[in-house]
């Protein structure tokens, strides 16, 4: 396998937490979202994922995009350890924890959106930071309401089951502190993401352990 990656993009890095949750082998093949403008917007990246958008999954000639859809692809192919419970009202809740980082939280603190508002709205780092950190804190807090309302969480979001709730919240997590995120109304969360880092296969997956990391 062949994951197309950026050592900060949080999407990839759920990808890579779930190869190494699975044990697959795969070779990273860095593609820069800075230099150059950005090599996802270049032919030889288009080619394989026409979205320019990181990761892209090669597995056998075909290629898979969409960070969700690839680590429930590799679930279903590798079931052991599972990312999903067994019962269809667990898996729609952790399903759902998920999906509010990948749908509602990340897309508003994409790379894209922020370069955006600096280079064709106009505005400042300092307001640009201001709006990451607005709509990160203000979902991460309502989303930790979620989870400690939920009765489902223990050591991680799914009692000690590892899921794919967690592949999402970690890199969540990860770059809300990188960017000095308020987390106070998170505790839940932090905790589960500072549980999940003990484990191997996340802290193998984290940007500083990518070989492009910089």
């Given at each position: 396998?062949?994951?197309?990656?950026?050592?900060?993009?949080?999407?990839?890095?759920?990808?890579?937490?779930?190869?190494?949750?699975?044990?697959?082998?795969?070779?990273?093949?860095?593609?820069?979202?800075?230099?150059?403008?950005?090599?996802?917007?270049?032919?030889?990246?288009?080619?394989?994922?026409?979205?320019?958008?990181?990761?892209?999954?090669?597995?056998?000639?075909?290629?898979?995009?969409?960070?969700?859809?690839?680590?429930?692809?590799?679930?279903?192919?590798?079931?052991?350890?599972?990312?999903?419970?067994?019962?269809?009202?667990?898996?729609?809740?952790?399903?759902?924890?998920?999906?509010?980082?990948?749908?509602?939280?990340?897309?508003l603190n994409n790379l894209r959106v922020l370069r955006y508002l600096v280079r064709e709205v106009g505005v400042s780092d300092e307001k640009k930071d201001f709006w990451y950190r607005h709509w990160v804190?203000?979902?991460?807090?309502?989303?930790?309401?979620?989870?400690?309302?939920?009765?489902?969480?223990?050591?991680?979001?799914?009692?000690?089951?590892?899921?794919?709730?967690?592949?999402?919240?970690?890199?969540?997590?990860?770059?809300?502190?990188?960017?000095?995120?308020?987390?106070?109304?998170?505790?839940?969360?932090?905790?589960?993401?500072?549980?999940?880092?003990?484990?191997?296969?996340?802290?193998?997956?984290?940007?500083?352990?990518?070989?492009?990391?910089?």
């Amino acid at each position: 396998m062949k994951l197309y990656s950026y050592f900060r993009s949080s999407a990839a890095f759920r990808v890579r937490i779930a190869l190494n949750l699975k044990g697959v082998p795969y070779e990273v093949v860095p593609v820069h979202l800075l230099k150059g403008g950005g090599e996802q917007f270049g032919e030889a990246y288009t080619r394989t994922n026409p979205l320019s958008l990181i990761p892209a999954l090669e597995d056998g000639g075909q290629v898979l995009t969409q960070s969700l859809a690839i680590i429930e692809y590799l679930d279903e192919r590798y079931p052991e350890p599972p990312l999903l419970p067994a019962d269809p009202l667990s898996r729609a809740y952790v399903r759902a924890v998920a999906l509010s980082i990948a749908c509602d939280i990340h897309p508003l603190n994409n790379l894209r959106v922020l370069r955006y508002l600096v280079r064709e709205v106009g505005v400042s780092d300092e307001k640009k930071d201001f709006w990451y950190r607005h709509w990160v804190e203000l979902g991460l807090g309502q989303l930790d309401r979620v989870v400690m309302s939920g009765g489902r969480s223990g050591r991680y979001t799914f009692g000690d089951q590892v899921t794919i709730a967690d592949l999402a919240i970690v890199p969540q997590i990860f770059n809300a502190r990188r960017f000095g995120c308020d987390l106070a109304k998170a505790p839940t969360l932090n905790e589960i993401a500072d549980r999940c880092m003990q484990l191997d296969a996340f802290a193998k997956a984290q940007p500083s352990a990518q070989p492009d990391a910089e």
